[in-house]
């Protein structure tokens, strides 16, 4: 029956996101990269998920 379907187009809003610039040591950029590479994500999504998770701890409190 997939003749009878009809194609649709579907969009997903994405937030808006603003480029955050951030000076680290070399030293927190390797345990970052570390921790990172042990739960299979990129460094900067670590740095990311850590800022929203203890954001929303604090809104929380």
């Given at each position: 029956?997939?003749?009878?379907?009809?194609?649709?187009?579907?969009?997903?809003?994405?937030p808006?996101?603003?480029?955050?610039?951030?000076?680290?040591?070399?030293?927190?950029?390797?345990?970052?990269?570390?921790?990172?590479?042990?739960?299979?994500?990129?460094?900067?999504?670590?740095?990311?998920?850590?800022?929203?998770?203890?954001?929303?701890?604090?809104?929380?409190?």
């Amino acid at each position: 029956y997939l003749s009878e379907t009809k194609e649709v187009k579907v969009n997903f809003a994405r937030p808006n996101k603003k480029l955050v610039s951030l000076r680290l040591d070399e030293k927190t950029i390797r345990e970052l990269k570390k921790i990172a590479e042990s739960k299979g994500i990129g460094y900067l999504q670590l740095v990311r998920m850590w800022v929203l998770e203890n954001l929303n701890k604090l809104k929380a409190a």
